[in-house]
């Protein structure tokens, strides 16, 4: 099940307006067999971590950042 890691900033989530590390779980040929997904390349689960401080620099994502 190969992962796609996304940052977002702001969240895509409307409850929420800073940043985001997103990742998408896409079903493989593997799993389509195994009958966990109908199509290849199909989304099977994205998960939605918040991210309030650079992981860089530690400086704080707020809402100043969001209008870049
Ligand atoms: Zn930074």
Redesign the pocket.
Known sequence: MPRIDVLFGPSINSDYSGWVLVSKFYATEQDVRAGEAEMINEELSCYELTIKF?P????ELNERNKTT
């Open positions: 650079c860089f620099c530690g400086e």
